[in-house]
């Protein structure tokens, strides 16, 4: 079975973490700074907080932009259920914006119509998460200049998009945004087993985010009530939680950040073989959008009209796995998860989103991808549709 995502572990890597278990910190230690410091020199941020995983650093975000209780963030329905759960942990609500569906990212047009009905109904979000979905950059500027417009903040949730960039610059730089999400899940970019990051310009912002990360404890005398008693002790100035991230994970993640842009060229490369691979099949291939650079998490085609008729959607997603292919589909539209009905959403909601949904496959896209296995995907795919 050919898988639809793999991580690549070096030499270099294992020497990593053998390193770090052999040394006097697994957890807290020097390597966690060392990751974060690779973080913030690859993407321009001024602050990068490493954690265990994108779902913490999507919390911690809209903790430490105060999210809560009678609030609202948006995001949209073609994501991982996190970017969407990360408003009701903190007690906010949660609505979407449909996607675009050259794209399949938020859609600023829906997003700027959907925002004037809001202020006009007195009920504007707080928070706004667009997803940068298979790694490439939602219009960013465009999304930007609304959330100033209507005071709304912006988290970036880049979980697939580590290695892109965006008008120019690393995705991550927070220049359009207020905190940046990463994730380094082993089938994203680079990988730290489990793992995340939030990264920030603003300091305060950064204070935040440590605090919300280990306990809502500090040692940090200028956010206490009051003088310490002595060099013992701390304060729990928060309600925080245990989301660090081991020193055993931040050794494997500084390895792997020196391979980042070697990763996202080879998925460039794999990406180019499969569009002409595919030509002239009843398949839509990505647009790799032209202001920027994609990450290429993944490789998400849909299928054409002709095809959707005949052999059928679920019928060509079987036919690839039967076959030896590991396809996977990203993703079931949030609103329309069982959890999120009770909240009053209901299929309809998101027509550009149910219809991706409808048609789309993720075909195998890792780094380590043959040329001959590529070849076997587009060779099992064609069959498929043939059947």
């Known amino acids: 079975m050919i898988p639809y995502g793999r991580q ?13 278990l052999q040394s006097d910190f697994l957890t807290q230690g020097p390597a966690v700074e060392r990751f ?9 941020a001024a602050f990068g907080v490493a954690v265990n995983s994108a779902t913490s650093a999507l919390h911690i975000a809209c ?7 009678g609030d609202l963030l948006w995001t949209s329905p073609i994501t991982f259920v996190a970017s969407a759960n990360c408003a009701l942990y903190c007690g906010a609500d949660v609505d979407f914006v449909d996607i675009d569906p050259a794209t399949f990212n938020m859609c600023p047009c829906a997003l700027e119509t959907k925002l004037e009905a809001a202020q006009a109904a007195g009920r504007l979000p707080k928070v706004i998460v667009p997803v940068h979905m298979t790694g490439q950059s939602c219009d960013m500027a465009a999304i930007a200049a609304l959330a100033r417009k209507y005071g709304v903040r912006v988290i970036e949730d880049a979980s697939h998009a580590i290695g892109g960039r965006y008008l120019g610059a690393p995705i991550g730089n927070c220049a359009h945004s207020d905190i940046t999400v990463f994730s380094f899940h082993p089938v994203k970019i680079v990988t730290t087993a489990e793992g995340g990051a939030a990264m920030t310009n603003d300091v305060r912002l950064a204070e935040r985010l440590r605090l919300f990360r280990s306990h809502g404890i500090t040692r940090d005398p200028r956010l206490m009530t ?15 939680y245990n989301y660090r991230i081991t020193d055993l994970q931040a050794a494997l993640g500084v390895s792997q950040m020196t391979r980042v842009d070697d990763y996202v060229a080879r998925r460039h490369a794999i990406a180019d073989r499969y569009d ?20 290429l998490h993944l490789y998400v085609i849909r299928l054409a009209p002709e095809a959707l008729e005949r052999p059928g959607h679920r019928a060509v997603f079987e036919g690839l796995r039967a076959r030896g ?15 999120y009905s009770k909240f009053g959403f209901a ?32 060779d099992a795919l064609k069959d498929t549709l043939a059947a």
Request: glycine share 8%.
């Open 63 to 69: 903790l430490a932009l105060e999210l809560g209780p």
């Open 276 to 295: 002409a691979l595919l030509a002239g099949l009843p398949v839509l291939t990505p647009l790799r959008h032209l202001d920027g650079r994609s990450a």
């Open 325 to 339: 292919v590991g396809v996977n589909l990203h993703y079931i539209p949030v609103h329309t998860q069982p959890y």
């Open 347 to 378: 299929p309809g909601d998101f027509p550009a989103s149910e219809a991706y949904y409808a048609s789309a496959i993720s075909l195998p896209m890792f780094p380590t991808l043959s040329e001959d296995d590529q070849r076997r995907v587009v």
């Open 226 to 240: 009051h003088a310490p008693d002595g060099p013992w002790y701390y304060q729990q100035v928060e309600l925080g």
């Open 8 to 20: 690549d572990i070096s030499q270099a890597d294992i020497d990593a973490v053998i390193e770090t």
């Open 36 to 44: 974060e410091t690779a973080l913030t020199d690859y993407c321009g």
